[in-house]
């Protein structure tokens, strides 16, 4: 079942996906921002058939990888620098 999911969030042009998430989808390819994709995996998972809250979140995480990497230079190591200061309750 998560084979499936995968698919549907990494191999762009899937008819799965309307054409804004599939927009969305594809600028992760061309940010090369691969490392988001466990968090769009568990959401679309989560999700399931709730296309508007997924597209919310691949909106918010694709502006905050584009703000975090391109605008303000960070590395992916920084980013987990930033998680690991985060607790989690």
Not at 7 to 27: C, D, F, M, R
Not at 55 to 79: D, K
Request: net charge negative; aromatic share 16%.
């Amino acid at each position: 079942m998560e084979s499936e999911w995968f698919a549907k969030v990494s191999l762009i042009g899937t008819p799965y996906w309307n054409q804004s998430i599939t927009k969305k989808l594809e600028a992760f390819k061309k940010l090369d921002v691969s490392h988001s994709l466990p968090l769009l995996l568990t959401a679309a998972i989560l999700f399931n058939d709730d296309m508007n809250n997924f597209e919310r979140l691949v909106n918010a995480t694709l502006v905050f990888c584009f703000r975090y990497f391109t605008i303000g230079r960070n590395s992916v190591e920084n980013l987990e620098r930033e998680f690991g200061f985060l607790h989690f309750i």
